[in-house]
């Protein structure tokens, strides 16, 4: 069997976690987690049949994962006012009855990185399509997940971490993904280092906002649903107050009267009490022995009650009887039994007649469920769990059958003196509906633009650098040119001057002589080297170089000194066209030459003086025949040669030249 590949074997090293995932959850609670999981299985699925060249399908399965997560960002991101959550609970109960979106729900941390572990899958990694920022974000995300799950920082308002299992599983996948595709990242040689850094930066940034005002909005939300559940607590107690009130003006009206009330008209009068304040288990009067001789109204429960002594039959309000009965001022129990069997409070409010005699008191019963009854009627219970308790006595509650959100609100209600709480937990449901939706866009948004970002600084850099391609291209073209012109330059100089002596040549020479036609005199002096061959056999080339150099230099000092032009004819011979030069002046031209060079120190290896010998012509007038008059000076030099070297001759002037 052959091995697999090492990204396949990762890749399928993420089947582990996933499948300790789905053993560890139990049931239905977990329903987002396993629903996280099975995702990611589809998406390894996707990155093995990827891998494996089966694109078509890999595709196919990505698009449905990211369909679905999609609309669960849809979920997170949408506004209430947009996307109700009764919405979203209604397509959820359209998958499953009793189904809620909270319970199905993948975290949202987790669907961000679901999201993009699926557009790294489709995208094969490639960081031109933002791959290594992809992953990196990847990374961001479970950090910050993990991070939330030990620090305890996640509230489960929003549920932004998915479990550890399905963290890892993620995780292993992202490295399945990054060994096949890091390697290329360094073969493209993106500066992914430059690319990255900023967009990183950005993504860091977004997580800590999103966090910061995640915790701020949902405290927010918190310090205002105990804001509302105070103001219900306050509305209640007041409305039970004014109720007292009410009650204790029908105690009054009983000072009225000289003999305890007859059964008659005590319900008559206590009739449109007890119906207004249905809280009121009943109203009795108590005689000033503490006997229950009338009761309204007349029921199957209150009647057990007549006829008792309450001293005897209710020790627990023995005190506020007898505060009622022997002090004359109003009387109240704790929670306690009631005769009827359920919690309740009586008052009991002294009816004492104008000569201070007590005619009894009037019990005022309230029941404690018939009042729990009456305040949860005040909220949607459907959204709000409520518990009426006294201490750590839970007297009645009412929970909604969906799921609580995290914050219990305990708040006091003063029950006819008596203090009560009241726990009001809103459901989870309701809390995500108000729950602000500007951390998520902002998250969501901050990883968009982080994901541009680094689109933009990549072309940027790209540009940049085929930028700098050009410009070194073009450098190098610039100095190819600058060169060639020198080589240019030099070529043309070799071609009108004589390397050693630096002299024109003879090309250069004859082009003055033409550029002179016109001017008249027109002299031409030949000067060659006495014995010179002597210096090269007995003092060697070198020596004979360095002496024409110094030749060189000599006749061109005279002879430009007199606006003529020295070059190098070639061999030891030197020629000079001295334009608008006569007869004499080229003769002591000529002679300063000689004399110069006489003087110059330069000898001959037996001591002997170098000398030259000098031919001269002048071209008078008439058109200029330049083998006539080189040959002329030739002549003139030959003659000088002849004549024992070291001396000046001159040609005939020249005015009408005959062809040679
Ligand atoms: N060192 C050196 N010698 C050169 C150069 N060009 C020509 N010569 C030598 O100049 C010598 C010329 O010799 P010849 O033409 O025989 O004449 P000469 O020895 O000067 O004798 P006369 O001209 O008759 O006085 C030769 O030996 C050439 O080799 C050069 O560039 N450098």
Redesign the pocket.
């Known amino acids: 069997m052959s091995m697999l590949p090492p990204a396949s074997l990762v890749v399928s090293l993420a089947i582990a976690p996933l499948t300790l995932g789905l053993l560890s959850q139990d049931g239905a609670g977990r329903l987002h987690e396993l629903l996280t999981l099975c995702l990611a299985g589809m998406l390894i699925l996707a990155q093995l049949l990827m891998l494996w060249g089966a694109r078509a399908l890999a595709k196919g399965l990505v698009s449905i994962v990211l369909f679905t997560l999609v609309l669960v960002l849809g979920s997170y991101v949408l506004p209430e006012y947009w996307v109700p959550m009764a919405i979203w609970d209604a397509l959820s109960h359209g998958l499953a009855a009793g189904l809620s979106l909270e319970a199905w729900r993948p975290a949202l941390l987790a669907t961000l990185s679901l999201i993009l572990i699926a557009v790294l899958i489709v995208t094969r990694s490639q960081p031109a399509r933002g791959g290594p920022l992809l992953s990196i974000m990847v990374l961001c995300l479970l950090a910050m997940q993990q991070l939330l799950n030990y620090t305890n920082l996640e509230t489960s308002l929003i549920r932004a971490s998915a479990g550890t299992w399905t963290t890892l599983t993620i995780a292993v996948l992202l490295a399945g993904l990054g060994v096949s595709s890091v390697p290329s990242w360094h073969s493209r040689a993106v500066p992914l280092k430059r690319v990255l850094s900023p967009p990183l930066f950005l993504v860091v940034l977004t997580l800590l906002l999103w966090h910061h005002q995640k915790s701020i909005t949902e405290q927010g939300l918190a310090h205002q649903t105990q804001a509302q559940a105070q103001q219900l607590g306050d509305r209640l107690t007041r409305e039970i107050q004014d109720h007292l009130a009410a009650v204790e003006r029908f105690a009054s009206i009983w000072t009225l009267f000289d003999s305890p009330p007859t059964q008659e008209e005590w319900s008559r009068q206590a009739e449109p009490y007890h119906r207004d304040f249905r809280f009121l288990l009943n109203m009795a009067f108590v005689d000033p022995d503490s006997h229950i001789t009338r009761v309204h109204p007349i029921n199957e429960i209150n009647r057990q009650a007549l006829g008792a002594r309450l001293f005897d039959a209710q020790p627990a309000g023995r005190e506020a009887v007898s505060r009622a009965l022997h002090e004359h001022r109003i009387g109240r129990t704790e929670v306690i039994m009631l005769l009827q069997g359920v919690p309740g409070i009586i008052h009991y409010l002294p009816i004492t007649l104008e000569d201070e005699r007590i005619l009894g008191a009037v019990a005022m019963v309230i029941s404690l469920p018939v009042l729990a009854e009456r305040l949860f009627s005040e909220v949607d219970t459907q959204a709000i769990g409520l518990a009426l308790s006294q201490g750590d006595r839970t007297l009645a509650s009412q929970f909604p059958e969906i799921s609580l959100g995290p914050w219990q609100h305990e708040i006091l209600l003063d029950v006819a003196g008596t203090p009560l709480g009241l726990t009001v937990q809103p459901s989870h449901a309701q809390l995500i509906a108000r729950l602000p939706r500007h951390p998520v866009v902002s998250l969501v948004t901050g990883l968009t633009l982080a994901y541009l970002l680094y689109l933009v600084l990549l072309g940027y850099t790209r540009l940049e650098r085929r930028h700098r391609q050009v410009h070194a291209a073009n450098t190098g073209l610039r100095r190819e040119i600058r060169t060639r012109n020198q080589l240019q330059k030099e070529i043309e100089w070799l071609a009108r001057h004589d390397e050693?002596t630096k002299l024109p040549n003879r090309r250069l020479f004859m082009e003055t002589l033409e550029a002179n036609a016109e001017a008249r005199p027109l002299s031409v002096m030949i000067c060659?080297?006495?014995?010179?061959?002597?210096?090269?056999?007995h003092q060697?080339?070198?020596?004979?170089?360095r002496?024409?150099k110094r030749l060189g230099n000599i006749g061109r000092e005279v002879v430009e000194m007199h606006g003529g032009l020295f070059a190098r004819y070639?061999?030891?011979e030197f020629v000079a066209c001295l334009p608008r030069v006569d007869t004499a002046q080229a003769e002591s031209i000529a002679e300063t030459l000689r004399h110069r060079l006489q003087e110059s120190g330069l000898s001959h290896h037996d001591g002997q003086r170098l000398t030259a010998?000098f031919g001269v012509v002048t071209l008078q007038d008439g058109p200029l025949e330049i083998a006539t008059v080189m040959q002329a000076a030739d002549e003139a030099l030959y003659r000088a040669?002849a004549a024992g070297?070291n001396q000046v001759r001159t040609a005939p002037t020249l005015s009408v030249i005959e062809s040679p």
Do not use: P
């Open positions: 050693l060659d080297v006495d014995h010179f061959k002597r210096i090269n056999d060697g080339h070198l020596i004979g170089d002496y024409l070639g061999g030891e010998s040669k070297r």
